[in-house]
């Protein structure tokens, strides 16, 4: 399997790029998904919701961008102006994260809504949008790993390669599916954000390990391999008090 190439289509001089709309696409079906669950969520108003969505949205797009242009900084230095060139690529998915959740909180504040609360109910739906969007690195021949023999690798630059993309597009849709049943049963205001943080945290480390273009971190680590080493034990640690806070009453 081989890219077809960046370019979705064109409409005279102005190209629209496969990798913007999979990731709109992924929005999309992250907030279509959290206004249906919406009203099981008592207390969180559909308006309300689409309110902390976008802002959210908005802010994840934003942490995204800069984190990726953080760790790459010798790229972006050269030229200030590929830094908003979104559509060659480029949106860290931990920065994303980062930033929709300091937004998120912000706007959790003004609206008094329990935080927790709220990411459990938008936790449930980021993984199918991380499905899909995922397949943006396919066409932009980006996310790949190393050499393979695999039935399933993809080529790029005629060298068959880890499609670790697909991947982890894999793994979001199983655990999408999978914290749909959790959050219709939590037993805890914050389980299912918790679970996603821990679950989502083991994948990208493994896959992390066969990436060619990994983000680095002093120069001797990968950065998304440590920062889900430190994100999985802090929320085990918040999950397992959590729980028993909830046993206890």
Known sequence: M???????????????????????????????????????YHGISSDRTLNIAMFAILGGVIGAR???????WDYYSQDFARIFQLREGGLAIHGGLIGGL???????????????????LCFTAIPLG????????????????????????????????????????????????????????RKFVGQTFLLYCMLYSVERFVVE???TDSLMLFGSFRQAQVLSL???????????TKRKKKRRK
């Open 2 to 40: 081989t890219s077809p190439g960046r370019v979705a289509f064109s409409i005279g001089s102005f190209d629209v790029m496969w990798y913007g709309i999979l990731v709109a696409l992924g929005i999309i079906s992250v907030v279509f998904v959290i206004l249906k669950r919406a009203p099981k």
């Open 102 to 120: 300091i937004v998120g909180l912000i706007v959790c504040k003004i609206y008094k809504e329990k935080p927790f609360n709220v990411f459990d």
């Open 230 to 240: 430190a994100v999985f034990a802090v929320c085990l640690i918040l999950y397992i």
């Open 209 to 211: 390990g066969l990436r």
């Open 130 to 185: 991380q499905a899909i969007g995922r397949w943006g690195n396919f066409f932009n021949s980006e996310a790949h790993g190393g050499p393979t023999e695999l039935p399933w690798g993809i080529m790029v630059d005629g060298v068959k390669v880890h499609p670790t993309f697909l991947y982890e597009s894999v793994w979001c849709l199983l655990l999408f599916f999978l914290l749909l049943y959790i959050d219709s049963n």
């Open 66 to 72: 800069l984190y990726y242009v953080i760790f790459s």
